[in-house]
């Protein structure tokens, strides 16, 4: 195909998002994204080794620095008794092996980082990438009932918050893991005793991580839905933001908007609520065990039990014991998260496809362009057909004309002969081969269109022209446009054909975009065209000017026109007047006339509409 981008605008945005999508299981959702970056997992073994490294050395730490108070204490009570001094040298040595481990700590937390970090760039990188292909296999149904804005949701938001927390997540799980053994390990070479006192909050503290999980789920998957509703409708009112102005409909806009966000605010803000309140709960609890522990401490150091020092250590160990259960809990929301979003791209990425490919496709070069429609039946749902019995002949090079009134299935014909849809039944044949034996690119490979809906995107029009065929030399380009009767009104553009037009390619008029899309299908130069209304928005000059161009496109090529100027289509070569899904007359554009049928009263009335307008313009 000759075009292929996103169309700019209002178009296209889809009938609106789905209505009570509801978010799959924890559990589930966490297999299917540990399932995909299983093929990280020397790296994640690495980053789980230097995580622990870094995390045993900071976890020694503390007990080492135990012995320097000891000796500091030791050396005070023997000046006072007059037993000895302070031995400085000792507690220097101490000291500088105590920073050589927090150096390798924070050496060894640092690689682990950067190493994460890398991780989750691959991962959002290849999420982006496979979305970006799943986009392109999809049906076009998918399309039909989505907006434009959740479906670029789950490209953004989903993928940024799988890479925020993944990057925060995963470490800070293993790291407090680490932590809490290594401790409790610690605090029981300690002291047993002062130990169990420790861990008396753990239940406490469990209880409450279960409780805030429970609650807060359904909350970090609501936000996730409604940030997609918001996205989506912002996208929409955004394309079509000169529609809106135009029917005074900004009020009922902003009405519909503050009961999505609305929606939005009241998940949200739940949301946060429940992992705000995680830390401060956690640590009144843990200051509670700290005030166990401390009471215990001097009592033991009343009864020679414990050395000074080792209560120091224990202190730092306690306040260890309980920062990782905090971060634990902090982790749990961060995955309560990572949970709703991936649930979301995966969900994406499970849609059913279309098939792209077949067993033994027909090759499409020699191919001339002979188009047979059998019997053609057809309904966007099965039990509403819409086509019942299409047939038509054509001939390689033959300009046909679809006509008929709106709702008659004229652009519905030209989504099933390029595959977008598949017939319920009948069959279309390109030159004897049935198109369902094609490989879905390489079919469209033989179509170029253009359509009432300009696609242009923001670019030179060099480039914007180009994309019909990327390999064309830019006297290719130029001599297409040439044909396209468009090559003037470039050259008076300041920059000519490097001119770029902007995001919304509002700096040039609907009937110069129209004759660039027509250069970039001369450009392409595919065997069948389809011309979908390419006149129908522009002035009767203008009209004149692109039906030039469009009369140097078609030339020794199939031609499909489908207009509803009956004016512009009377040297066709054969004209099928459609009605209800069924052709009902066909033939040249003077036998029609001499029938005097449903295509002669339907020119007729256009004629006469036409005289009318000009009589009164007069």
């Known amino acids: 195909m000759s075009e292929t981008r996103r169309p700019r605008g209002p178009m296209g945005h889809g009938h609106g998002m789905r209505g009570g999508e509801k978010a799959k299981d924890f559990s589930g959702s966490m297999k299917k994204i540990f399932s995909y970056m299983s093929r990280y997992r020397f790296r994640f073994v690495l980053v789980a080794l230097f995580a622990m490294a870094g995390t045993v050395f900071n ?317 053609v039946q057809f309904g966007y749902n099965p039990e509403q057909v819409i086509i019942h019995d299409f047939s038509a002949d054509i001939r390689d090079g033959q300009k046909i004309a679809i006509v008929g009134p709106t709702g008659a299935g004229k652009t519905t014909m030209v989504k099933l002969l390029m595959r977008f849809y598949d017939v319920n039944s009948g069959s279309i044949r390109i030159d004897g081969h049935d198109v369902r034996d094609f490989n879905r690119s390489n079919l469209r490979e033989m179509f170029g269109m253009v359509l009432q809906d300009t696609w242009l995107f923001s670019g030179t029009i060099m480039e914007n022209i180009r994309y019909g065929r990327l390999d064309a030399t830019d006297e290719e380009v130029i001599a297409a446009a040439k044909a396209a009767h468009v090559h003037k009104f470039i050259m008076q553009q300041p920059g000519g054909y490097q001119m770029v037009l902007n995001e919304e390619t509002n700096n040039i008029s609907q009937g110069q975009k129209q004759l660039l899309t027509i250069a970039r299908a001369i450009l392409a130069d595919n065997r069948i065209l389809i011309l979908d209304e390419a006149t129908s928005s522009v002035d009767t000059r203008t009209e004149t000017r692109i039906q030039k161009a469009m009369d140097n496109l078609m030339k020794g090529r199939t031609s499909f026109v489908i207009a509803h100027r009956l004016s512009t289509i009377r040297d066709a070569d054969l004209i099928l007047v459609m009605k209800d899904g069924d052709i009902i007359e066909q033939g040249s554009h003077e036998e029609l006339m001499s029938a005097g049928g449903f295509y002669a009263d339907l020119y007729n009335s256009q004629f006469e509409r036409v005289t009318r307008t000009a009589q009164e313009s007069a």
């Open 59 to 375: 976890i020694v730490g503390p007990k080492i620095l135990g012995k320097a108070t000891t000796e500091l204490f030791n050396g005070l009570v023997g000046r006072i008794q007059g037993t000895g001094g302070i031995d400085f040298g000792k507690i220097g040595q101490i000291l500088l092996f105590t920073m050589g481990l927090y150096a390798c700590s924070a050496l060894f937390s640092f690689i682990q980082g950067m190493i994460m970090t890398g991780i989750s760039n691959d991962v959002t990188y290849s999420l982006r990438k496979d979305i970006s292909g799943k986009i392109n296999r999809l049906p076009l149904k998918f399309y039909e009932s989505r907006t434009t804005g959740e479906i670029l949701s789950r490209v953004t938001n989903d993928v940024d918050t799988l890479q925020q927390s993944l990057n925060q997540s995963l470490t800070q799980l293993v790291t407090s893991v680490t932590t809490l053994v290594g401790v409790l390990i610690m605090m029981l070479s300690i002291n047993v005793w002062m130990t169990l006192a420790a861990i008396l909050i753990l239940p406490v503290s469990m209880g409450i991580i279960s409780t805030v999980m429970t609650h807060s789920q359904k909350y970090f998957q609501g936000q996730q839905k409604y940030l997609g509703e918001v996205n989506g409708q912002i996208e929409e009112i955004y394309g079509g933001h000169q529609v809106v102005k135009v029917f005074n409909k900004e009020n009922d806009v902003v009405e519909e908007f503050e009961k999505v966000n609305q929606k939005l605010y009241n998940t949200a803000w739940k949301s946060q609520f429940f992992s705000g309140i995680m830390m401060p709960v956690m640590q009144f609890i843990g200051n509670l065990g700290y005030v166990m522990v401390a009471i215990l401490g001097g009592f033991l150091v009343i009864k020679n039990a414990i050395e000074v020092g080792d209560i120091q250590s224990f202190f730092q160990y306690i306040r260890n014991f309980t920062q990782p259960i905090q971060q634990i809990a902090q982790v749990t929301n961060m995955l309560q998260s990572t949970a709703a979003a991936s649930e979301r791209v995966f969900e994406f990425l499970g849609e059913p496809e279309e098939d792209q490919t077949v067993s033994n496709p027909v090759d499409i070069s020699g191919l001339n362009g002979n188009v047979q429609f059998e019997h």
